[in-house]
């Protein structure tokens, strides 16, 4: 399985997008990195 988290993590770097504002209030940190 193809994991995504490069994928976003490219994409937020390219916005200007710190991790934090992305997961904040959303889902754990734990979570979005697995």
């Known amino acids: 399985m ?3 988290g490069k ?3 490219d994409i937020r ?3 200007g997008i710190h ?3 992305l997961y904040d ?4 940190k ?3 990195i697995e």
């Open 19 to 21: 991790q934090k504002d």
């Open 25 to 28: 209030n959303i889902i754990s």
């Open 30 to 32: 734990s979570f979005a």
């Open 13 to 15: 770097t390219s916005k």
């Open 2 to 4: 193809i994991g995504y």
């Open 7 to 9: 994928t976003v993590r």
